[in-house]
């Protein structure tokens, strides 16, 4: 059975996709999105050999090689032009999945892609910056929280102009809901312009126990004499009175 993860993963991804699913381990989520019809064909791409034979096998034992090509390589190099137009990239951190994206999208592996489906372990913010400053625009973003660890899910989708599907309006969309004081883009980027307009409980509680960790850090910095040490400690105490500030202001 599917977890919960890729279960959101999954029906975000749009019917009848050409699916390309980088990093893909077992091959889960291209197996249940061919299966479903989620996916018309799918590539799972993977760079480690364990992985890559772990799919193989997967896609074999389902009778789905026909419609799952399994393929060895690093990021977005195992896709031809044009090949996908949905890709997922699950269970990396945010600066691998970016860094994956930024090198496809000079080979220009990106074209023809409408959809992107992400899930940055750590590091949403980063991701998110890479898909402002490459005109990728958030359509939806999904936190939840499965066997004791939390998941962001993002849904990213090119930017156009014409039907308003824009950074800019997204952002300060997001912004506005901050109301008197409107929320920096700063925070946006690292809980989400989404998220924060529509907190959940996992929301609260990740952000409070981030609030935790970084009162941890400052404490220990407070132990050196050195001046970066002082400067850093003030930038985290701004952080945290800053999210402080966003938590209390939520419904
Ligand atoms: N996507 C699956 C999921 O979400 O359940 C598997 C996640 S697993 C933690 C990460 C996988 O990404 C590993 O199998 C790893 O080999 C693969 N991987 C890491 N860097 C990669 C890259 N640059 N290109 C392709 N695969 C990569």
Not at 42 to 48: R, T
Not at 85 to 94: N, S
Not at 169 to 184: F, H, N, Q, T, V
């Amino acid at each position: 059975k599917l977890s919960q993860r890729l279960g959101l993963l999954l029906e975000q991804i749009p019917r009848g996709s050409k699916l390309a699913d980088i990093g893909s381990d077992h091959a889960l989520l291209p197996l249940a999105a061919v299966q479903t019809g989620r996916a018309a064909s799918a590539v799972a791409g993977e760079v480690n050999p364990g992985p890559f034979r772990a799919a193989q096998k997967a896609v074999q034992d389902a009778g789905l090689t026909g419609r799952i090509s399994v393929r060895r390589g690093d990021g977005l190099e195992v896709l031809r032009p044009e090949e996908a137009d949905c890709i997922t990239i699950a269970g990396m951190g945010g600066a691998l999945i970016a860094s994956i994206l930024n090198r496809g999208s000079l080979e220009g592996k990106l074209g023809g892609v409408r959809t992107l489906l992400l899930q940055p372990n750590v590091g949403e913010d980063i991701l998110r910056r890479w898909l402002l400053d490459n005109g990728w625009v958030l359509t939806a973003e999904a936190l939840l929280e499965e066997d004791g660890k939390r998941y962001e899910v993002l849904t990213a989708v090119p930017e156009d102009k014409d039907t308003g599907v824009t950074n800019e309006s997204l952002y300060a969309d997001a912004a506005k809901a901050g109301g008197e004081r409107p929320y920096r883009m700063d925070m946006l980027l690292n809980m989400g312009p989404w998220l924060i307009r529509q907190p959940n409980p996992v929301f609260f509680a990740k952000w409070q126990d981030e609030i935790s960790k970084l009162e941890r850090i400052r404490k220990s910095l407070s132990h050196s004499e050195q001046e970066s040490a002082e400067s850093k400690r003030s930038e985290i105490g701004e952080f945290i009175q800053e999210i402080t500030e966003v938590l209390a202001c939520l419904p």
